[in-house]
């Protein structure tokens, strides 16, 4: 049999391998299986998606008598909005024995191969997953402990885990952009998701309400429905303020901030005519239509209480990608409600997806421009190999989209 050379294991890495990878990565979450994928608008050296939004009708329009003076000219209001590429990789790393040792078997490498691969893949699904649900500062969750310090391998609280796993490296910081590191490069040793705890491997100070970020990721991460879905609250408060280059707190732009109902900060139990109301009101505020609605799985048992208390029943879905759902029939239709570990506690998104899509320069590829998919480890007997992609959410009209918060 043939030796097997370096050329023909990145062929295999290029061919063989980029196909899988696309299609269990395009299902890593509902949304990025059922938005569009936008590539024709990611264009120039700033990597860029510009999309024109309408915000305000021609109101040049008016009832008048016989004889009567016409209403002043107008003209329809247009503005827009820019979306820059967030920069995400994924590597594999395969030693020099590993490769001489079946140099001689394409079979026994693709066993080699596959098996790093299916590493990646599944730490790049749950990443995209991640900022999925993010606000795009990368921020994971907070510290919810009493600040001094933690002995190593000891569960502290944080406000939610269920976005942090075992071998994460992580970095703290006091806010979410500003002001220097707290602890750099520290691993995470132990999760427990059920009751929102961590620990670290080493002993640490740690601070309360200091925010854990994937380490050196703070500020680069790609927007996610917590930042777009935004607006001011029953307090005037906004999770991000400036979203795609436009301001929501300027006169004038309340049609890019989407409609929040909440109880201050307070949790509430869940009622079905909040949930209505929240349904709505996308409708109403920008003439949307939900299609999708997200939660936790917690407020879809509280949903499901709420209509065995009233003796109904709800159906199921099956979605595209294998996603199952609920049915929910607010008077707009069959609208699927779907669950993730990795949503926003307490929260409820509902979705217009027509508002939304997946910018990206590209979908996921190998790294080979040098003519290389693998490339030898600088004085290292091992050979590493780059997925990427360049890729953001964004969104054309943040109104037609809504959240209902602090329930439980």
């Known amino acids: ?5 370096l050329s023909n294991i990145s062929g295999m890495l290029k061919n063989l391998y980029i196909g899988p990878i696309r299609d269990q990565l395009n299902n890593s979450t509902v949304l990025f299986n059922r938005l569009e994928k936008n590539e024709e608008d990611v264009h120039g050296a700033d990597l860029k998606a510009y999309v024109p939004l309408f915000h305000k ?16 000219a107008d003209r329809r209001s247009h503005t827009q909005t820019s979306i820059a590429m967030a920069y995400l990789y994924g590597q594999i790393k395969i030693s020099g024995q590993a490769i001489r040792g079946s140099r001689n078997a394409a079979t026994a490498f693709a066993k080699v191969v596959t098996n790093e691969v299916r ?12 900022a999925m649900w993010g606000d795009g ?8 402990h009493a600040t001094g310090s933690v002995s190593a391998d000891t569960l502290f609280s944080v406000d939610d885990a269920s976005r942090l796993e075992v071998g994460m490296v992580i970095d ?4 979410k952009s500003g002001g220097s590191v707290q602890l750099d490069s520290k691993t995470i040793s132990e999760v427990d998701v059920l009751n929102n705890k961590i620990a670290l491997s080493t002993t640490e100070t740690i601070t309360d309400n200091h925010y854990i970020f994937r380490e050196d990721s703070r500020g680069l991460v790609m927007m996610g429905i917590e930042g777009i879905v935004d607006g001011a609250d029953s307090t005037g408060t906004r999770i991000v303020t400036t979203l795609q ?9 309340k049609f890019w901030e989407s409609p929040v109902i909440d109880n201050g900060g307070a949790n509430q139990n869940l009622a079905i005519s909040r949930i209505q109301q929240a349904y709505e009101i996308g409708e109403i505020v920008g003439q949307g239509r939900c299609s999708l609605i997200l939660s936790t799985y ?5 949903y499901f209480d709420l209509m065995a208390v009233d003796k109904r029943y709800v159906n199921s879905l099956k979605l595209d990608g294998g996603w199952q759902a609920l049915e929910y029939t607010g008077g707009g239709g069959s609208t699927p409600w779907v669950v993730d570990r990795m949503a926003k506690a307490k929260s409820i998104y509902f979705l217009d997806e027509r508002t939304l899509a997946i910018y990206r320069a590209a979908d996921f590829d190998w790294m080979d421009l040098d003519g290389a998919v693998l490339r030898k480890v600088s004085d290292k007997d091992e050979y590493e190999g780059t997925c990427f992609s360049y890729v953001n959410l964004g969104c054309s009209a943040c109104n037609k ?8």
């Not at 917690?298 to 509280?302: D, H, I, K, N």
């Open 137 to 144: 500062s990368g921020a994971l969750t907070q510290v919810n």
């Open 57 to 72: 009708r021609n109101q040049g329009i008016g009832w008048r008598s016989e004889g009567g003076t016409l209403p002043t």
């Open 245 to 253: 280059g436009i301001n929501r707190s300027t006169a004038g732009n």
């Open 401 to 408: 989209n809504s959240v209902l918060r602090d329930q439980v």
């Open 1 to 5: 049999m043939a030796t097997q050379t």
């Open 298 to 302: 917690a407020l879809r048992r509280a």
């Open 119 to 130: 590493g990646m893949v599944e730490g790049l699904k749950l990443e995209v997953n991640r």
């Open 172 to 175: 703290t910081y006091a806010a």
